[in-house]
């Protein structure tokens, strides 16, 4: 099973600055890597698949990087509404596995 | 409007059995993968289980197998999750979610499975 890394495990952050999350992988990946952001009492909802593809409707100032083991999420300036936890999840191999998890939360 | 919901969670007794219901609708649900992802309170996503649009190629979860059957019946737009042999460590929100471009995409507001004596 692939295992995911995702650091910080906390984000304290103000609005306006840039956020920039982490998720290692135990073995690699290829490109086959999406995160995806999770409010309080609300699934989850895709933001980038394949490493760097935005999901149509997604704001850009969400971007993605990296291949292989390791990848990042930026948020380029954050807004009130992004501060939720993000997680990054992996499909190369089964099973499915997510990360633990980032919470970004405002400072 | 593409919308999934899920229901059939509830309080089961260690040993029990459920089954779990996700209704499709605002798209051609039998086009799509399907998938099963857990959350246990206040832990992180864990997923369960996946089906192809036709029902022939299914996988699970280790922590499942033996235990719980995904099924689809595509003439009701319904994906199911039948879970036996319930266990305390089972407690979870369970989502179903469409795949698209072969993630999770759309994911339905889930459905709370308590397992407790």
């Known amino acids: 099973e692939i295992v995911l890394t995702q650091s910080p495990a906390t984000l304290s952050l103000s609005p306006g600055e840039r956020a920039t999350l982490s998720c290692r992988a135990s073995?690699?990946?290829?490109?086959?890597l999406a995160w995806y952001q999770q409010k309080p009492g609300q699934p989850p909802r895709l933001l980038i698949y394949?490493?760097?593809n935005r999901v149509t409707g997604i704001p850009a100032r969400f971007s993605g990087s990296g291949s292989g083991t390791d990848f990042t999420l930026t948020i380029s300036s954050l807004e009130p509404e992004d501060f939720a936890l993000y997680y990054c999840?992996?499909?190369?191999?089964?099973?499915?596995?997510f990360g633990q998890g980032t919470r970004l939360e405002i400072k | 409007e593409v919308q999934l919901v899920e229901s059939g969670g509830g309080l089961v007794q260690p040993g029990g059995s459920l089954r779990l219901s996700c209704t499709a609708s605002g798209f051609t649900f039998s086009s799509y993968w399907m998938h099963w992802v857990r959350q246990a309170p206040g832990k992180g996503l864990v997923w369960v289980s996946r089906?192809?649009?036709?029902?022939?190629?299914?996988t699970y979860a280790d922590s499942v197998k033996g235990r719980f059957t995904i099924s689809r019946d595509n003439a009701k737009n319904t994906l199911y999750l039948q879970m036996n042999s319930l266990r305390t460590e089972d407690t979870a929100v369970y989502y179903c979610?469409?795949?698209?471009?072969?993630?999770?995409?759309?994911w339905g507001q889930g459905t709370v499975v308590t397992v407790s004596s």
């Open positions: 089906i192809n649009s036709d029902g022939s190629n299914i």
């Open positions: 999840q992996q499909r190369r191999n089964w099973p499915l596995t």
């Open positions: 979610a469409r795949q698209t471009s072969g993630w999770p995409h759309i």
């Open positions: 394949d490493a760097s």
């Open positions: 073995q690699s990946v290829s490109s086959y």
